[in-house]
């Protein structure tokens, strides 16, 4: 890579050469995109090795995401953190203990986030404050694959691990009365209230995530229809008041309830493999949900039907077709009830 006069710089970020041009050099530009887009998934891979390889795979995983961050801050000037990474390079060569190498890695990973955010913020200044919020995206996303990953671990009876994950989680976040909960659940065995907890947090975790990212709508409603029409006339019908999870089957929606937890549920009652009873019978299974209202959309009006309905708690049944105002004033009737 070309060097520069050391003239042309300034040093906003300690150990990082960028032009004082306002048209920052193409490579250097180029370097730092490539590492700002790159960095995190290292760090990614690194945790994961670090928390799950067995120890015969951990240093070969490790030194080569080491060696590709040293590159990577080699060729953007970060000099400080390049000698930690040679550092970390240097331990793993000389076979030195994982907890050794987890203590630095710790500080070394956080130090590398907070060159991300400095190098975007010197590239966008006016940008600046929406790059905090980005950080702060990133520290409740990882939490939330960290939560995810506690769950895994829970099902393969790897307690000891989820126990030191969980704390590793409660160090990030000091005081927070959901981790500590999920702690004693996991300390006392109670696996499936673990389980159910995790879920729990995630939903909080998500909603935090979407504010974050710009989304203001406090409230979010989970549609499943197997007529994708129906489910635009849904969207555009309460897109402007509420977040909306559109999913065709039961099946997509069980799996979109492992990442978030929703305001109320929206569901068709004829679909193929799983029918809208049975999915509000599976929901209403699990603690968790069992308080969210299900409105059930549908054009017919048998009476089995409609019994069916009013035999699941905090339900009602709607009959299609219906216009904008009136799915949204049934969806208020729940979300902000007067």
Same mark, same amino acid.
């Given at each position: 890579?070309?060097?520069?006069?050391?003239?042309?710089?300034?040093?906003?970020?300690?150990?990082?050469?960028?032009?004082?041009?306002?048209?920052?050099?193409?490579? +250097?530009?180029?370097?730092? *995109? =490539?590492?700002?887009? *790159?960095?995190?998934?290292?760090?990614?891979?690194?945790? =994961? %090795?670090?928390?799950? $390889?067995?120890?015969?795979?951990?240093?070969?995983?490790?030194?080569? *995401?080491? @060696?590709?961050?040293?590159?990577?801050?080699?060729?953007?000037? /970060?000099?400080?953190?390049?000698?930690? #990474?040679?550092?970390?390079?240097?331990?793993?060569?000389?076979?030195?203990?994982?907890?050794?190498?987890?203590?630095?890695?710790?500080?070394?990973?956080?130090?590398?986030?907070?060159?991300?955010?400095?190098?975007?913020?010197?590239?966008?200044?006016?940008?600046?404050?929406?790059?905090? !919020?980005?950080?702060?995206?990133?520290?409740?996303?990882?939490?939330?694959?960290?939560?995810?990953?506690?769950?895994?671990?829970?099902?393969?009876? !790897?307690?000891?691990?989820?126990?030191?994950?969980? %704390?590793? &989680?409660?160090?990030?976040?000091?005081?927070?009365?959901?981790? !500590?909960?999920?702690?004693?659940?996991?300390? @006392?065995?109670?696996?499936?209230?673990?389980?159910?907890?995790?879920?729990? &947090?995630?939903?909080?975790?998500?909603?935090?995530?979407?504010?974050? /990212?710009? +989304?203001?709508?406090?409230?979010?409603?989970?549609?499943?229809?197997?007529?994708?029409?129906?489910?635009?006339?849904?969207?555009?019908?309460?897109?402007?008041?509420?977040?909306?999870? #559109? $999913?065709?089957?039961?099946?997509?929606?069980?799996?979109? &309830?492992?990442?978030?937890?929703?305001?109320?549920?929206?569901?068709?009652?004829?679909?193929p493999e799983m029918d809208g009873f049975t999915l509000?019978?599976?929901?209403?299974?699990? #603690?968790?949900?069992?308080h969210i209202p299900i409105i059930f959309l549908t054009?017919?009006?048998?009476?089995?039907?409609?019994?069916? #309905? $009013?035999?699941? !708690? *905090?339900?009602?049944?709607?009959?299609?077709? &219906?216009?904008?105002?009136?799915?949204?004033? /049934?969806?208020?009737?729940?979300?902000?009830?007067?």
């Amino acid at each position: 890579m070309e060097m520069y006069d050391g003239a042309k710089y300034y040093h906003d970020i300690p150990g990082l050469m960028i032009p004082k041009s306002n048209s920052v050099h193409e490579q +250097v530009d180029s370097d730092i *995109n =490539y590492f700002i887009d *790159n960095m995190p998934a290292l760090i990614d891979e690194i945790e =994961y %090795s670090l928390k799950y $390889m067995d120890a015969d795979k951990q240093n070969i995983t490790l030194a080569k *995401n080491v @060696s590709m961050l040293r590159t990577l801050l080699n060729n953007v000037y /970060a000099r400080g953190l390049e000698a930690n #990474a040679m550092k970390l390079l240097r331990l793993l060569q000389d076979g030195s203990p994982i907890k050794k190498i987890e203590e630095m890695m710790r500080p070394f990973m956080k130090d590398l986030m907070s060159l991300s955010v400095a190098m975007q913020k010197a590239q966008s200044p006016e940008e600046a404050d929406n790059i905090i !919020e980005v950080s702060e995206i990133e520290i409740q996303a990882n939490a939330d694959r960290n939560l995810t990953a506690i769950m895994s671990l829970i099902d393969d009876s !790897e307690f000891d691990t989820a126990m030191r994950i969980t %704390s590793d &989680l409660m160090g990030h976040f000091p005081g927070d009365a959901g981790l !500590e909960e999920l702690m004693d659940l996991i300390r @006392s065995k109670q696996y499936i209230k673990a389980k159910n907890h995790i879920l729990k &947090l995630r939903g909080q975790y998500s909603k935090t995530i979407n504010k974050l /990212a710009g +989304v203001d709508f406090s409230k979010t409603v989970l549609a499943v229809d197997d007529m994708p029409p129906i489910l635009l006339f849904v969207n555009d019908a309460l897109k402007k008041h509420y977040k909306v999870m #559109a $999913m065709t089957s039961g099946k997509t929606a069980l799996e979109a &309830l492992e990442t978030q937890t929703p305001d109320l549920f929206l569901f068709d009652i004829e679909m193929p493999e799983m029918d809208g009873f049975t999915l509000a019978k599976i929901i209403r299974d699990n #603690a968790i949900y069992a308080h969210i209202p299900i409105i059930f959309l549908t054009g017919n009006t048998a009476r089995e039907y409609v019994a069916t #309905a $009013m035999s699941i !708690e *905090n339900s009602e049944l709607i009959v299609k077709p &219906l216009s904008h105002d009136q799915l949204l004033t /049934a969806v208020g009737k729940y979300l902000h009830p007067r």
